[in-house]
T-cell receptor, first 110, second 114 residues
């Protein structure tokens, strides 16, 4: 069983719509959760971090965490073509290590 | 500019050669990492140093040897390169341990072994 699972996509969303990206994890004691965005040929960059159950909003981005169900999601409102990228979910597996999912490729169609 | 930098950006070499990748961060972070991203885009931790001390050493062949001369630098030396070593190698840093802090990635080094 993979430790951090994401649907590889591609997820195609029309411009202006809400993109919903999901991630499940296997380690119940995980405490920290991160979403990174990676454009093709570039390095990952942090979008959001979330540490407690519920929603966390930052501009057009909302991260949602449900520890009981072991899932974390990222919503992107008013999707723009510039949001087209691979989104990586990362989950802490210990104090010193995080595990990345394989990423979901998001495509925003004009 | 404050950032994580890596050199070289591209590295093309033949099987059996030895090569090094250098990483520097000027963010004042305590922890640095090496990740390998394969052709399927899976990003996997290789090594992590905290204040120059090795704290993560994943199941990586011992042909790979990291070295941290100080908190701001983490280099990766690879001996006897193999075809399967071809990948993008990312250096990253964080203010503290990865389980609690976000990481900042360098631009990556694309290694091609022929």
């Amino acid at each position: 069983q993979k430790e951090v699972e994401q649907n590889s996509g591609p997820l195609s969303v029309p411009e202006g719509a809400i993109a919903s990206l999901n991630c499940t994890y296997s380690d119940r004691v995980s405490q920290s959760f991160f979403w990174y965005r990676q454009y093709s040929g570039k390095s990952p960059e942090l979008i959001m971090s979330i540490y407690s159950n519920g929603d966390k909003e930052d501009g057009r981005f909302t991260a949602q965490l449900n520890k009981a169900s072991q899932y974390v999601s990222l919503l992107i409102r008013d999707s723009q073509p510039s949001d087209s990228a691979t989104y990586l979910c990362a989950v802490s597996s210990s104090a010193s290590k995080i595990i990345f999912g394989s990423g979901t490729r998001l495509s925003i169609r004009p | 500019d404050t950032a994580v930098s890596q050199t070289p950006k591209y590295l093309v070499t033949q099987m059996g050669n030895d090569k090094s990748i250098k990483c520097e961060q000027n963010l004042g972070h305590d922890t640095m990492y090496w990740y390998k991203q394969d052709s399927k885009k899976f990003l996997k931790i290789m090594f992590s140093y905290n204040n120059k001390e090795l704290i993560i050493n994943e199941t990586v062949p011992n042909r790979f040897s990291p070295k941290s001369p100080d908190k701001a630098h983490l280099n990766l030396h690879i001996n006897s390169l193999e075809l399967g070593d071809s990948a993008v190698y990312f250096c990253a840093s964080s203010p503290g341990l990865a389980g609690f802090y976000e990481q900042y990635f360098g631009p990556g080094t694309r290694l091609t072994v022929t």
